[in-house]
T-cell receptor, first 109, second 114 residues
Framework: EDQVTQSPEALRLQEGESSSLNCSYTVSGLRGLFWYRQDPGKGPEFLFTLYSAGEEKEKERLKATLTKKESFLHITAPKPEDSATYLC??????????FGQGTELSVKP | DTEVTQTPKHLVMGMTNKKSLKCEQH?????MYWYKQKAKKPPELMFVYSYEKLSINESVPSRFSPECPNSSLLNLHLHALQPEDSALYLC?????????????FGPGTRLTVL
């Protein structure tokens, strides 16, 4: 069964304390892995798409990487405004986008 | 422009009411989606429209009725809802359902059923 598992469920960081979020997946034929950021009560905001192992994408303090089994979202020197829930998703064989449970990130000043 | 708009932002309705949620995109996307999201949970797919035709219905109860009047608009008609239907309803769009593209989400409609 295609599935996505994210860890940790919650992460508390001090401002400037770099860390990584993990997304492990099992799927028959990866058709893209997607990272989203979601603020409370709002829709998910698209961040990155990764298609093949070894691929990396960067945006400001965020860097996403992909291996054959997992993806990492690295956050360098985070700021309080980076606080949000980060969601990872893949398409299953039926063409349905399935999400992990998310990692709730809190960055304290 | 990667904007998907949704109206209304908030909706409170009784179990006997009929209401509609609206979604609009002007990115030329040909696939549009409805998701339901409960607190502290990821979005759950409800419906997919591809080229204005319903392509996926995730066994959603008939009290939810989707409609795609044209390639830019998506509606979700609500009737005889239950309190457990209270959630954030999200609309999304993508260039096409295949190949598998990133989906862009709207801000959502917060629905409360009394």
């Amino acid at each position: 069964e295609d599935q996505v598992t994210q860890s940790p469920e919650a992460l508390r960081l001090q401002e400037g304390e770099s860390s990584s979020l993990n997304c492990s997946y099992t799927v028959s034929g990866l058709r893209g892995l997607f990272w989203y950021r979601q603020d409370p009560g709002k829709g998910p905001e698209f961040l990155f798409t990764l298609y093949s192992a070894g691929e990396e994408k960067e945006k400001e303090r965020l860097k996403a990487t992909l291996t054959k089994k997992e993806s990492f979202l690295h956050i360098t020197a985070p700021k309080p405004e980076d606080s949000a829930t980060y969601l990872c998703a893949i398409y299953n064989q039926g063409g349905k986008l399935i999400f992990g449970q998310g990692t709730e990130l809190s960055v304290k000043p | 422009d990667t904007e998907v708009t949704q109206t209304p932002k908030h909706l409170v309705m009784g179990m006997t009411n009929k209401k509609s949620l609206k979604c609009e995109q002007h990115m030329g996307h040909r696939a549009m989606y409805w998701y339901k999201q409960k607190a502290k949970k990821p979005p759950e797919l409800m419906f997919v429209y591809s080229y204005e035709k319903l392509s996926i219905n995730e066994s959603v109860p008939s009290r939810f009725s989707p409609e795609c009047p044209n390639s830019s608009l998506l509606n979700l008609h609500l009737h005889a809802l239950q309190p457990e239907d209270s959630a954030l309803y999200l609309c999304a769009s993508s260039q096409g359902q295949t190949p598998y593209n990133e989906q862009f989400f709207g801000p959502g409609t917060r629905l409360t059923v009394l």
